[in-house]
């Protein structure tokens, strides 16, 4: 499995960006989709995961309300919608791909099997 992400750039606090992330497999709708992010200087942490079947979308806190994941299992593309951005969401941001995740794991960098190779975000102040 190999994952592509994309959609990152420069915007001004308040702004928003779109991230991309599409899968080369074959069954995409098998498997849970996350975002992780990491800031400079410290470790890769979770935003957000669509499980497969879309039955529940965890958030990390810090964005809770202001992102939102989405998958498009037809064009084997999962999304980060990333509204009222602030200097503190600048981050390289990751998409990960796992087919064994639950509600206790899904939050676990370790628990995903494939990386994307991250888009960097940087918001101004």
């Known amino acids: 499995v190999q994952l592509q992400a994309c959609g990152g750039g420069l915007v001004q606090a308040g702004g928003s960006l779109r991230l991309s992330c599409i899968a080369s497999v074959n069954t995409f709708n098998a498997y849970t989709l996350g975002w992780f992010r990491r800031e400079p200087g410290k470790e890769r942490e979770f935003v957000a995961a669509?499980?497969?079947?879309?039955?529940?979308?965890p958030y990390a806190g810090s964005v809770k309300g202001r992102f939102t994941i989405s998958r498009d299992n037809a064009k084997n593309t999962v999304y980060l919608q990333m509204n009222s951005l602030k200097p503190e969401d600048t981050a390289v941001y990751y998409c990960?791909?796992?087919?064994?995740?639950?509600?206790?794991?899904?939050?676990?960098?370790?628990?995903?099997?494939?990386w994307g190779q991250g888009t960097q975000v940087t918001v101004s102040s």
């Open positions: 990960a791909a796992g087919r064994r995740l639950i509600v206790s794991t899904v939050r676990r960098e370790s628990a995903y099997d494939y």
């Open positions: 669509s499980f497969r079947g879309g039955s529940s979308t």
